[in-house]
Nanobody, 121 residues
Framework: QVQLVQSGGGLAQAGGSLTLSCAAS????????AAWYRQAPGKQRALVAA??????DYADSVRGRFTVSRDNAKNTIYLQMNSLKPEDTSVYYC????????????????WGQGTQVTVSS
């Protein structure tokens, strides 16, 4: 059974940076689309970034500030978050699925446990 284990996150000041990591128990990232989502209190979960073997996509709200990357040798994906804003405060989830459509609609097969990111003004 594949597991995704997240680390990183925490508290940052506005303008600061944080890095999230998501390690897989198997080699799923090399064969799947990997993604980061976030969900703020009272809001729906939203796709933040997605990475596949031949493309990287970002939500407009984070483009230019966040960078998604992956290390297939370590079975790990990362989300580098710079120029953080208070509105970035959310629980962040990593996920993966073979289908890009599943990633777009948030119906991934594999999910991390979630990690809180809080940005103070």
């Amino acid at each position: 059974q594949v597991q995704l284990v997240q680390s990183g996150g925490g508290l940052a000041q506005a303008g600061g940076s944080l890095t999230l990591s998501c390690a897989a128990s198997g080699t799923i990232f090399s064969d799947n689309v990997a993604a980061w989502y976030r969900q703020a209190p009272g809001k729906q979960r939203a796709l933040v970034a997605a990475i596949s073997s031949n493309s990287i996509d970002y939500a407009d709200s984070v483009r230019g500030r966040f960078t998604v990357s992956r290390d297939n040798a370590k079975n790990t994906i990362y989300l580098q978050m710079n120029s953080l804003k208070p509105e970035d405060t959310s629980v962040y989830y990593c996920a993966a699925d073979r289908s890009f459509r599943a990633v777009v609609i948030g119906a991934c097969e594999y999910w991390g446990q979630g990690t809180q990111v809080t940005v103070s003004s």
